[in-house]
């Protein structure tokens, strides 16, 4: 069965930093497009970032654009987001998705991981 783990979260005090990593098993991420959604408790889930699956571009949500940074290395087989600047409103669980291959989009129709805790308090 093909897996996404999510690995990185934690508690940090705003301001800090935390590099998540989104590895996968029994498939390779190249060419898939590969998000990274977040959920705080009582919200609804929210898309954070993408990395096209066809020419590695990238999105950002407004609410994170200049603080995360979205990466993969193929050779890992694994996706980062870099989380700068951390605030308490980025307080959530972080779930990386694949979609594709080829796909520009991340819709999360595909595959998902189990997710990962970020807090950010002091």
């Known amino acids: 069965q093909l897996q996404l783990v999510e690995s990185g979260g934690g508690l940090v005090q705003p301001g800090g930093s935390l590099r998540l990593s989104c590895a996968a098993s029994?498939?390779?991420?190249?060419?898939?497009?590969i998000g990274w959604f977040r959920q705080a408790p009582g919200k609804e889930r929210d898309g954070v970032s993408c990395?096209?699956?066809?020419?590695?571009?990238?999105y950002y949500a407004d609410s994170v654009k200049g603080r995360f940074t979205i990466s993969r290395d193929n050779a890992k087989n694994t996706v980062y987001l870099e989380m700068n600047s951390l605030k308490p409103e980025d307080t959530a669980v972080y779930y990386c998705?694949?979609?594709?291959?080829?796909?520009?989009?991340?819709?999360?129709?595909?595959?998902w991981g189990q997710g990962t805790q970020v807090t950010v308090s002091s």
């Open positions: 990395i096209s699956g066809n020419d590695d571009s990238t």
């Open positions: 998705t694949a979609d594709g291959p080829y796909h520009s989009n991340c819709r999360g129709d595909d595959y």
């Open positions: 029994r498939f390779t991420l190249d060419y898939y497009a």
